[in-house]
Structure formats: structure tokens, C-alpha cells
């Protein structure tokens, strides 16, 4: 038991109940409630003259030069190179969630549940190195354990009528629990409890219960798998297709990084990987000049890239975006696309029933809205998907700027 534990906990109790009913549960359900007034926090900034300069990234960049001048003898090579890896999984994590959401970095309202959830394994950690179990079964605990306390929040808010059920929240309080086990085990654990960066792959699965290392990337892999496919699939009627899709991805994974064990099959599979990439890439090529080429309610191919089943947005600029998949938008979704729309703005439905077109203010097929951001009235036109990918590729052949939103699939 470290110092930290002699000092706050009493050895004779029930340390899990003590931990998960007084200090950990309240904590985590409590963050909805903080995570409003956390916002209005990320909103605060000072008048230096010059710019506004926002507190809670004036605040960080202080505390960073606090922690870099009075804790750099503990700094070495390596650990700063985790930090780095933690702050990209960090910038990772908001550009995989959020589509209609321009997220500052240092916005804590959108990083709540990253906060939460990475003092949470902090807290728990410093029961589990109590008891004399291997570290990777201590990681899988956390994760599993955090999981549950997710699900029971998320489910829990379907009895609070200013809450919904969202499956891309549990899966970014998993990420913030993944950056809280990377920051504890590889940085600031002590040195019996430190693990080793060692090879990913083991013999049997199995083995990962004896692999720490190998134990928490696979954690990260099916975490981020979960994160962006849940952030595609936020609305409550697709949490089981979000689930099933990132179970099936994470296995295919794990069943390649599983079979290239030996040099033969990494030599199969990497031929496998040239050869679909080269094929891409010469689709993309040919096909570089004829905007959608193919569209059904499964599949749009576009430039010659195949984009199956989830929602996408073409910018102006001809660049794509996979964005959460809804037929519903909020003031909030309608304010993200006044920044991508300086012209026209197409949105093609699956179906005349579903034109995915709902909160727009008229239910016209074309309708004129200011956009505050540009200053003048765009076009939007709503049109179900064989419709709506034509106008695109006409309005497109002008020469004309022009977006458009596919909503695939019903």
C-alpha cells in the first residue's frame, strides 16, 4: 500500500464501497450538472488589450510553465513523449466526436467527461494497488468498471427530462478513463507498478491478462473504435447498430494484429494493404473530376471513394467530412453549417418521407436563410437522395459553390 493510501483510506474497511458510494458514484454523476456551469467557466475571458484572452487556456498555459519550472527534474525523454501521446489522444477524441460542434481544445464544458473519468482512475487506482493482483487485471477493472458507472448514468437520464441517453457520452468517458490509465501506469505510478512498453501481440488471448501494455492498447483500439463510430451513431435508434459495428471493427482488428505473427502473413497482409490502397487511389484519380458518381440508400461514391451507410458533408471546397447521422437539427447543427455554406447548401434524405431536413424554418424544397456569419441569404435546397446528388453534380459543373449533406440511410 503507497503512503497515499495509508493516509486516506482505513485499511479495515470495505474499501470499494467506501470509495464507489462516498467519493467516486456522487463525483461521476454529479459532472452532468457541473459540466453547464464548467461551460459558463469556458466562457469567461479578459480584455488584455490587444485580444480576449480566455481564462481557462490563460489558466492552463500558467499552470503548464508552473509544472515545466519547479517539476523538470522529474521530466524525462520518454515521459514527455507519453504527455505528448495524452494530449493528441485528447485533440483525437474532439475531432472524432461533436460533428456539428466547432470544440476549442481548452472548452472544459466538451472535455468534462475526459476530466471526470481521468480522475476517476486516480481514485480507484489507488484502491486496486491495495490488493495483490496483476496489473493488467487492474486496468481491466477500471475499464469495466467505469463502463458500468457510464451506462448507468447515460440510462439513468432517461428519467430526467433535460437529459437524453447519448452512446458517444460512455464512449468518451472510456476515453477519458484510457488517458487517466495511460498518465497513471506509464508516468505516475511508482516504479513496481510502472509497466513496460513491450510487443502488442501475444501467443493466446489469454495472455493479455498477463500484458499490461498489450492489455491497454487494445483498451485504447476499442475505445477509439467505439468513440468515432458512436459519435456517427449518437441518436438513441442506432446505439445497437454503434455497438455491434464497433465490436465487429475492434475483432477485425484484433484478428489481424493476432494472424500477423509471423513474417509470412505480415508480408500477406501488407501486399493485401498496397494493393486496396493503389486501387483507391487510381478510383480516386480517374474519378477525380465527376463528383458523385454512384448513390443508393447504403452506399454514395463519391470522387471515386466508396462512403457506406453513415451521414457525410462535401464541403465547398470539394473535401468530405463523415458527420453524425440525424434528420433532425438543432439551432446549434444549423449554426456549424452557416460555416461551411457561403452559396447553397443541399441536403439529400433517403426517401420523400425522410428528406433528413427537420428544423429547417419552412418545409419547402428550396428556401432562402440569412446567415449571420456571411452576412447574406443562402440557398437550401432539400431534396431526397437521387434528386439531391444530380442538383449537387449540376450546380457543381457550374462552377458554383455549393455543399451538400447526405443522409444515407433511414
Avoid at 424554418?361 to 436563410?369: A, T
Avoid at 456571411?374 to 449537387?392: S, Y
Wanted: aromatic share 14%; charged share 15%.
Amino acid at each position: 500500500m503507497n503512503n497515499f493510501s495509508k493516509n486516506i483510506f482505513f485499511p479495515r474497511l470495505n474499501l470499494i464501497l467506501y470509495v464507489f458510494l462516498l467519493v467516486i458514484t456522487p463525483f461521476l454523476f454529479l459532472k452532468n450538472y457541473l459540466q453547464e456551469a464548467i461551460g459558463e467557466i469556458s466562457r469567461w475571458s479578459v480584455n488584455l488589450g490587444f485580444v480576449q484572452a480566455p481564462v481557462i487556456f490563460s489558466a492552463f498555459l500558467i499552470g503548464l510553465v508552473f509544472a515545466i519550472v519547479f517539476y523538470r527534474k522529474y521530466f524525462s525523454g520518454m515521459n514527455l513523449l507519453i504527455w505528448i501521446i495524452v494530449f493528441l489522444l485528447w485533440a483525437l477524441g474532439q475531432q472524432s466526436s461533436d460533428h456539428y460542434l466547432d470544440t476549442r481544445f481548452y472548452d472544459l464544458q466538451n472535455n468534462w467527461h475526459y476530466i471526470a473519468y481521468g480522475i476517476y482512475v486516480f481514485l480507484i487506482q489507488q484502491l486496486l494497488i491495495t490488493k495483490k493482483r496483476k496489473t493488467a487485471k487492474n486496468i481491466l477493472i477500471v475499464f469495466f468498471l467505469a463502463l458500468g458507472i457510464s451506462t448507468f448514468d447515460e440510462t439513468f437520464q432517461f428519467f430526467i427530462s433535460s437529459r437524453v441517453f447519448d452512446i458517444s457520452d460512455i464512449a468518451k468517458d472510456l476515453w477519458g478513463t484510457i488517458m487517466g490509465l495511460i498518465v497513471y501506469y506509464l508516468i505516475t505510478s511508482s516504479t513496481e507498478n510502472k509497466i513496460a512498453i513491450e510487443k502488442i501481440r501475444q501467443e493466446k488471448l489469454k495472455d493479455y491478462l498477463n500484458a499490461p501494455f498489450p492489455t491497454l492498447v487494445l483498451l485504447l483500439i476499442f475505445t477509439y473504435i467505439l468513440l468515432f463510430t458512436s459519435s456517427l451513431l449518437s441518436e438513441i435508434k442506432y446505439s445497437g447498430q454503434s455497438v455491434l459495428i464497433s465490436i465487429s471493427l475492434f475483432l477485425i482488428v484484433l484478428f489481424i494484429i493476432q494472424k500477423t505473427n509471423s513474417k509470412r502473413n505480415r508480408t500477406i497482409a501488407l501486399i493485401i494493404g498496397i494493393i486496396l490502397m493503389t486501387t483507391q487511389i487510381a478510383s480516386y484519380i480517374m474519378n477525380y473530376n465527376n463528383a458523385i458518381s454512384y448513390n443508393s440508400s447504403m452506399i454514395v461514391v463519391y470522387k471515386g471513394i466508396p462512403i457506406p451507410y453513415f451521414d457525410f458533408l462535401i464541403r465547398e471546397n470539394g473535401t468530405i467530412k463523415l458527420m453524425d447521422k440525424k434528420s433532425n437539427f438543432n439551432q446549434t447543427d444549423i449554426k456549424y453549417l452557416f460555416t461551411k455554406t457561403s452559396n447553397i447548401l443541399i441536403i439529400g434524405g433517403c426517401s420523400d418521407d425522410d428528406t433528413g431536413s427537420i428544423g429547417f424554418p419552412e418545409s419547402l424544397k428550396s428556401q432562402f436563410i440569412f446567415n449571420p456569419i456571411i452576412n447574406k441569404a443562402i440557398q437550401v435546397i432539400i431534396l431526397p437522395l437521387d434528386e439531391a446528388c444530380a442538383t449537387f453534380n449540376r450546380i457543381k459543373k457550374s462552377e458554383k459553390d455549393v455543399a451538400l449533406i447526405i443522409h444515407n440511410y433511414n
